[in-house]
């Protein structure tokens, strides 16, 4: 049974800053796309930051561009959404994907964690 499980999340003043965990039970780890993704209330679930497998590219949503870094510990099974800068509009639940890049291409998600930006 594959898990994914997120940390890290909470209550944080405007700029503040907050790194999200995410450690997963799979074998073959390297061989996951890992992504972060947030819902708000009331909005859409956005992809905030992608990481390939082994050479590590990654992308962001234009909205964290230059205040948010993804990286991935593959020794760990460990995915990391550094977040700085943070804004109200931050706010939402944090979920991780690892989805497979090799057949077959499944997708786990896991439960998510809360992160609240407020003064």
């Known amino acids: 049974q594959v898990q994914l499980v997120e940390s890290g999340g909470g209550l944080v003043q405007p700029g503040g800053s907050l790194r999200l965990s995410c450690v997963a039970s799979?074998?073959?780890?390297?061989?996951?796309?890992m992504r972060w993704y947030r819902q708000a209330p009331g909005k859409e679930r956005e992809l905030v930051a992608a990481?390939?497998?082994?050479?590590?590219?990654?992308n962001y949503a234009d909205s964290v561009k230059g205040r948010f870094t993804i990286s991935r510990d593959n020794a760990k099974n460990t995915v990391y959404l550094q977040m700085n800068s943070l804004k109200p509009d931050d706010t939402a639940v944090y979920h991780c994907?690892?989805?497979?890049?090799?057949?077959?291409?499944?997708?786990?998600w896991g439960q998510g964690t809360q992160v609240t930006v407020s003064s």
């Open positions: 990481i390939t497998t082994s050479d590590g590219i990654t």
């Open positions: 799979i074998s073959t780890f390297s061989t996951y796309v």
């Open positions: 994907n690892a989805f497979r890049s090799i057949p077959p291409f499944v997708s786990y």
